[in-house]
């Protein structure tokens, strides 16, 4: 800021012709896509070479970072995982990628096939009653019940955005405790 006062000064008194030159950017200033290339590295190493496709997906999950989690999920779909049966996912990471997805359908709408897709392979794959998710699974539910009535599909999309709500429904009635 300093450097940037005093080269203003100098021009309005006529003593420097332009402006200083950029300063390098701080190390620091690529921290966190550095940070990102290595947690990408890492993810696909959990993909291509050790076939942890769970692994990998909740690592992505881990960083709370939509873009992550769509590099995972693109991974394991070139992957043909949704052909495994069953899933080869831990309940808890499910259940997470449905979360993450239903709170980032706004964001990149370039990508919302694969979101549509991994949110329903997900949902037909939870377990509403596993010890490890149930006290979650309404919440999370309904958040995405919420999501998806927010969207505004295109007719691309309109027959997937119908099928996961009923499937949400079905799972939230699936949810209930029994009334007394």
């Known amino acids: 800021l300093e450097k940037l006062d005093r080269a203003l000064e100098a021009v309005a008194k006529g003593g420097a012709s332009r402006p200083p030159e950029p300063r390098p950017p701080d190390d620091d200033d690529d921290e966190p896509a550095r940070k990102r290339e290595a947690l990408q590295h890492r993810i696909a190493e959990l993909v291509e070479t050790d076939a942890d496709y769970d692994g990998a997906v909740y690592k992505a999950v881990e960083a ?6 769509i590099f995972a999920l693109d991974l ?41 897709d991994w949110i329903q392979h997900a949902v037909l794959a939870i377990d509403p009653g596993h010890a490890q998710i149930a006290s979650h699974v309404p919440e999370v539910l309904k958040q995405l019940q919420r999501a998806l009535d927010a969207t505004r599909p295109t007719a691309a999309h309109s027959s997937q955005v119908a099928v996961l709500k009923h499937i949400v429904n079905s799972l939230l009635n699936a949810s209930q405790p029994p009334p007394s």
Not at 98 to 110: C, I, M, N, S
């Open 76 to 116: 394991c779909s070139a992957r043909n995982v949704y052909a495994v049966q069953p899933l080869p996912f831990q309940q808890l990471t499910l259940l997470c990628v449905v979360q993450q997805l239903a709170t980032t359908l706004d964001h990149h709408p370039d990508h919302l096939a694969l979101k549509f």
């Open 64 to 69: 709370s970072d939509v873009d992550v989690l």
